[in-house]
């Protein structure tokens, strides 16, 4: 007589292996599992061939820095301002952007509230790089990847009233680029579309003798790319920003430097002002090495001038045609007097 395997719907159980009755059953009659197939019933195999527990699970959004598709979703869900903001290499474009989070962590910044971001994981990874980059003896923070532009979304609360601010982010190689190409600007959809253009201005590299004149060289001929390749036709207002004054107020040559960083944001005014609307020019020091200047001192400032609303032109919104959302904006020339 050919002896029947012993199967057992217990997949802990041993006795197909010679073993006992993992309950304990001296009559395997009794055993509910014994004589039943392996079920797959509680638990599924993977890709791997390896079981995972099943669950009813919910997605959570990663909430890393946007793409200009879904950063497009959210300028459409409240009032928002588009933010760009321009500099080369190492300027403080991303620390700019973490200090002014960090900041509005301790409490309302220029009347707003933060009121939520769509971007929370995103801003909290270049916040701890910021943090860590202060307290050490030489500065350091991850360089931005060369790749398309990304958004930070935070939405404020200020008097009651919504609002969102969606600010782009981009390696400042690429806009280096633009002062030697303007087509390399083409597309930059972030100045295009934004409402604030912010221009960054390396305190730290104004300080350096060697630095100095390509400092005060290459901004004018980044914006005047971009001027050329018609990036700037919504008229947006223009911040020109200091970053690291820390450094700069530790340097001998202080007053030199600020001298240098007027005379540059008035140049840039006088030159390029037919194809802006309203200019500010701040200080800043969102990522400070030294305690000569508070961190984040002149963000309050920057915000305030961000939120303000402009007069300039705005563009028309046509019929899609390309895929790209942000292609989809079309922009309309206004005399503005
Ligand atoms: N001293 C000083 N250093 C700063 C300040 N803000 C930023 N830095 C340092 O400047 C370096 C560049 O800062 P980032 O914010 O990464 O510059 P970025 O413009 O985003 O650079 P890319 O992504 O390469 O285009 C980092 O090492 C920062 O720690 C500041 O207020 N003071
Ligand atoms: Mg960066």
């Known amino acids: 007589m050919v002896e029947k395997e012993a199967v057992c719907a217990n997949r802990e159980c041993r006795i197909a292996q010679g073993g006992k009755c993992i309950e304990g059953q001296d009559d395997l009659a009794k055993c509910p599992h014994y004589g039943r197939e392996l079920e797959e019933s509680d638990d599924e195999q993977n890709e791997d061939g390896q079981h995972a527990a099943a669950f009813d699970s919910v997605q959570l959004p990663d909430a890393l820095p946007l793409e200009s598709g879904r950063a497009d979703k959210v300028l459409s869900m409240l009032p928002s301002r ?36 769509s971007t929370l ?3 909290e990874i270049i916040c701890h790089d910021a943090r860590v980059a202060s ?20 939405d404020f609360r200020r008097d009651g009233v919504l609002q969102s601010l969606l600010i782009a982010d981009r390696s400042g190689e690429e806009y280096e680029e633009v002062a030697d190409l ?44 971009m001027v050329e390749n018609g990036a700037f036709l919504r008229k947006p207002n223009l911040a020109i920003v200091l970053t690291k004054n820390d450094a700069v107020q ?34 800043t ?11 984040g001192a002149g963000l309050e400032e920057v915000l305030a ?12 919104r046509l019929h899609h045609r390309s895929g790209r959302v942000f292609d989809d904006l079309a922009l309309e020339e206004t005399d503005l007097g």
């Open 82 to 117: 588009m933010i760009g903001v321009i500099g080369v290499h190492d300027s403080g474009k991303t620390s700019l952007i973490a200090g002014l989070f960090d900041l509005l962590q301790l409490g309302p910044v220029s009347g707003c509230n933060f009121a939520g971001s």
């Open 305 to 316: 001038f961000w939120l303000k609303p402009s007069t300039a032109s705005k563009g028309l």
């Open 121 to 123: 994981h995103g801003l």
């Open 135 to 154: 307290e050490r003896d030489e500065p350091h923070s991850e360089r931005t990847k060369r790749g398309e532009v990304r958004f930070y979304h935070i």
């Open 182 to 225: 303007a087509a390399n600007a083409t597309g930059m959809f972030e100045l295009r579309r934004a409402d604030v253009i912010t221009v960054l201005v390396d305190g730290q590299r104004l300080v350096s003798l060697s630095d100095r004149a390509d400092v005060m060289g290459a901004i004018p001929l980044i914006i005047q790319g």
């Open 250 to 283: 530790a340097s001998p040559r202080k007053d030199r430097v600020e001298q240098d960083f007027c005379t540059l944001a008035d140049g840039i005014r006088d030159a390029f002002t037919d194809h802006f609307g309203e200019f500010g020019s701040f200080v």
């Open 285 to 295: 020091s969102a990522s400070p090495k030294n305690t000569i200047v508070l961190r």
